[in-house]
């Protein structure tokens, strides 16, 4: 066939096959699980810490028990923002997207990915904000997981639990990191020491036996690389 020939022919779909990156390993909804609410202002309940305390409770004799304010009652006013995309699938949509595409779920897939992304970038902003965690330790140099020489994951995690059980009376049972320090980790010659696999474990840590390793029941793992970019209206 030749040149001209070739130009000639218009390349049809290979159907029904198509690809694309949908965002998957969403952590906001997991750890940030929806609370139902009427209204859009209000306040939530709390209790403080008064029944943590220790108090003289000894009594001898005709002595009366001592009276104490056992519960301390707390109130934060909260406002829910409202959060949304819209889109448009148009006559002209539905008459020139054919198979593989679809339409109107092509459009729903897009805003959904969208929002997922936008909320897991807006959670991860807050995680990693000192002004919101202010119990934070920055690794540089040789402190840095990657160096499996020097780093000492057991003993940073150890401090970090150590921090959280001092601040509200609870070990924690969650850890909290992006996927490219948990493959790091997978792999750390301390953490596979600590399991007993010493420096061979054929790929590495599972997820479990990371969380382990780490002293936490869960191990939340963010999959979406959050390397979008912010847009406030169509270029």
Not at 103 to 125: F, I, P, R
Not at 161 to 189: F, N
Request: hydrophobic share 40%.
């Amino acid at each position: 066939m030749s040149n001209t020939q070739m130009k000639a022919v218009v390349d049809q779909l290979l159907t029904p096959v198509s690809s694309a990156y949908v965002p998957k390993g969403a952590l906001a909804d997991l750890l940030l699980p929806p609370v139902p609410s009427k209204q859009y202002t209000g306040k939530l309940g709390g209790y403080g810490m008064n029944n943590l305390r220790l108090e003289t409770n000894v009594i001898a004799g005709k002595g009366k028990y001592r009276q104490v304010s056992a519960i301390a009652r707390n109130t934060t006013a909260y406002e829910v923002e409202g959060h949304g995309l819209s889109g448009m699938v148009t006559k002209q949509d539905y008459a020139n997207v054919t198979d593989p595409f679809d339409a109107e779920k092509d459009e729903v897939m897009g805003l959904t990915s969208l929002l997922l992304v936008e909320k897991d970038y807006t959670l991860a902003q807050a995680l990693g904000s000192t002004s919101i965690l202010t119990q934070n330790t920055t690794l540089s140099g040789t402190s840095q997981f990657s160096d499996f020489t020097n780093s000492d994951p057991v003993s940073v995690f150890l401090a970090a639990r150590k921090a959280v059980r001092a601040g509200c009376g609870l070990p924690p049972d969650s850890a909290i990191m992006d996927w490219d320090v948990a493959e790091t980790l997978r792999y750390h010659p301390q953490l596979l020491d600590v399991l007993g696999f010493k420096q061979n474990r054929v790929g590495g840590l599972n997820d479990s036996e990371l969380a382990n390793a780490l002293g936490v029941r869960k191990l939340f793992i963010a999959e979406i690389p959050l390397f979008y970019e912010t847009h406030s209206s169509f270029p």
